[in-house]
């Protein structure tokens, strides 16, 4: 009796906490969704586990669905009926064991259960192929004969590997050709060469194999074949299991693939050279589910899993004598790499697409968020402008330096529509500003329109200094004669602001390995945040607070790279002298480069 009080009291206490913490309600009135309150993915509750509670107290009832959020000591389960969920509920709550303690389990109705599935809107990518049911059952058991080997040799640190024909080299990722091996890749795959002619794919014989074995929880992280060891088709025939092969493009897409048993998957074009793929090291698989949404095709990674079993692959690939000449920039190691201090204009305007405007695009809003009061040197700056100007916020962000005044006339310029539109919001009641989508290099306004200008923080977005001088000319451009302008840009040197983080500083003294992304043929170095800048050019991460707020997956993690071209003392102030601005001002406000300048 005391036992059961227990029970009830923990379940009040947990339902208030459920409700404050994700809005779902406990109800008293039996539904199909049962919370389980005090096991989850943190106590190491897994599927099977509930599983075999449903079998061992004789239900004989169709398994529910279970959903397990990560790092929650909860979890849901969804019955087909409220019957069954209702029969679950009264074998198993107070009285079935939560672990080996001998903790007693307690459950709760709820009227909903969260939304774990992720959509990928994107399309497999081009060139990637999977044949299904390659091989039959019987020529699976045969490979796995012919290759599997005992556990103990050739570990990496995530799997076992071995190589035929040419070993490859994982320091460098590729084969040495002056050194082939004796052992060449069994007669027994000739079966498969044969076999693709069948599909219309003659692909010759290929001279390469790696072999891995993945025992659940391995896997192998996102990589390229590197291109100039190996020709334009990569086979990788699976045996054993099935697996969730993750797809990623440079541009941010990402695609799961589930790689089925017996499966062949052929790689060429773009799934050769243009995609990352890779698999995670988990001891199960998501359930993917292909969908229609708004008449065009998604996957959906649902909340379902499936355990993975021991699988082996071979990869088979054709070595290649001479550089790679594919189209596919990003990603090639023969293409030449290009310094961003001295970008083509398209390869620059490439990378801004990417990594400036397609970023601030997706966190206009949790960007806006951030960012409130209007730096105290910008609101000095503004005391100056007197009744009846024109002022221009050029890349006005969310507008938060748009003054509550009604004496004069502001335009508020913005690139990215997201946050034009947080601006729009934003101004609503405050004063007065027109809003308009506009390009600093290409912006269709008047000449000399302006008396006052300011530009603050969005010069350092242009990725060479041809256009981040035309971005200054436009300014320029737009002032009347006599008419001033403040510009600030971030600084290289953050010694003296706010922004450096000591215990990060140190860890990043510590380490000296640097993450580069290599965009569109230009290597740059990925900031870690809160350090001293080393680079002038560089990709600095932007974490999403969460992905499902969007319900969207563009990457497995949630982190965006946003460019910058951090500045040199002086060099503002020259861009601006470059333009034909008399320099009025010129100082360092918290990690930022500002120059007050006039049109003579
Ligand atoms: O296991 C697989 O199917 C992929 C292996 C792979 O990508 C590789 O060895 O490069
Ligand atoms: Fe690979
Ligand atoms: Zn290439």
Redesign the pocket.
């Known amino acids: 009796m005391d036992e059961e009080k227990k029970t009830e009291r923990k379940r009040r206490r947990f339902a208030a906490r459920l409700k404050s913490s994700k809005g779902i309600t406990c109800s008293e009135v039996p539904g199909p969704n049962i919370v389980l309150c005090n096991a989850g993915q943190a106590t190491g509750l897994e599927k099977d586990a509930i599983f075999d509670l449903i079998k061992e107290h004789g239900l004989s009832i169709p398994l529910p669905k279970f959903i397990a959020e990560k790092g929650e000591s909860h979890c849901f389960l969804v019955f087909d009926k409220t019957e069954n969920a209702q029969l679950f509920y009264n074998t198993c709550n107070g009285k079935a064991k939560a672990d080996e303690n001998g903790t007693p389990l307690y459950l709760n109705f709820v009227e909903k259960v969260p939304n774990t599935e992720i959509l990928c809107p994107h399309e497999d990518p081009k060139g990637l192929l999977l044949l299904n049911d390659f091989i039959s059952m019987e020529e699976e058991k045969q490979f796995i004969k012919l290759f599997d080997w005992d556990s103990e040799s050739n570990n990496l640190k995530n799997?076992q590997?071995r190589h035929f024909g040419y070993e490859?080299r994982y320091g460098s990722n590729d084969v040495d050709l002056n050194n082939p091996l004796i052992e060449k890749i069994p007669e027994e795959c000739d079966v498969l060469w044969e076999r693709l002619k069948e599909h219309g794919l003659d692909v010759g014989v290929p001279d390469q194999l790696?072999v891995?074995k993945?025992c659940p929880g391995q896997g192998?992280p996102s990589?390229v074949?590197k291109h100039s060891p190996f020709g334009d088709t990569?086979l990788?025939l699976?045996l054993g299991s099935n697996?969730v092969?993750d797809w990623k493009h440079h541009s941010g897409k990402y695609v799961p693939t589930v790689?089925q048993a017996r499966s062949l998957?052929v790689m060429r074009d773009e799934a050769r050279y243009d995609w990352q793929?890779?698999?995670q090291p988990r001891t199960w698989d998501p359930v993917i589910e292909n969908r229609v949404e708004n008449s065009r095709n998604i996957k959906v990674i649902t909340s379902d899993t499936v355990p993975r079993n021991t699988?082996i692959?071979l990869?088979f690939r054709w070595t290649r004598r001479g550089p790679c000449e594919c189209k596919y920039k990003t990603l090639c190691d023969s293409a030449e790499k290009v310094s961003a201090d001295n970008l083509e204009d398209e390869l620059a305007s490439n990378l801004e697409e990417l990594h400036v405007h397609q970023v601030y695009e997706q966190i206009a809003g949790h960007f806006s968020t951030t960012r409130h009061k209007p730096w105290p040197k910008v609101v000095q700056f503004m005391e100056r402008v007197t009744p009846g100007s024109v002022v221009m916020d050029l890349g006005c962000g969310n507008g938060k330096n748009i003054l509550k005044r009604d004496d004069i006339v502001q335009i508020a310029g913005e690139r990215s529509s997201g946050l034009l539109s947080e601006c729009k919001e934003h101004i609503r009641g405050i004063g007065r500003a027109d809003c308009v989508r506009l390009d600093l290099l290409n912006a269709m306004l008047k000449d000399e329109a302006a008396d006052i200008v300011i530009c603050i923080a969005v010069i350092h977005h242009f990725s060479s200094k041809a256009r981040r001088l035309q971005s200054i000319s436009t300014i320029h451009r737009l002032l009347r004669k006599g008419g001033s302008a403040l510009i600030t840009v971030w600084a290289k040197d953050q010694t003296k602001s706010n922004y450096l983080c000591k215990s990060k500083q140190d860890q990043q003294n510590e380490t000296q390995a640097e993450t580069q992304v290599t965009v569109g043929g230009v290597n740059l170095p990925v900031h870690e945040n809160r350090t001293q800048f080393k680079h002038q050019d560089l990709l600095v991460p932007w974490k999403l607070r969460k992905v499902s707020d969007k319900k969207l997956a563009n990457a497995p993690d949630n982190t965006l790279l946003r460019y910058y071209h951090v500045f040199e003392e002086n060099e503002l102030d020259e861009l601006c002298k470059e333009a034909n601005f008399a320099i009025e001002d010129s100082f360092y406000e918290e990690g930022n480069w500002c120059v007050v300048c006039k049109k003579k």
Do not use: A, K, P, Q
């Open positions: 799997r590997v490859f790696t891995n993945y192998i990589h074949d990569i990788s699976s697996v092969m790689v998957l793929h890779g698999i699988r692959s990869t």
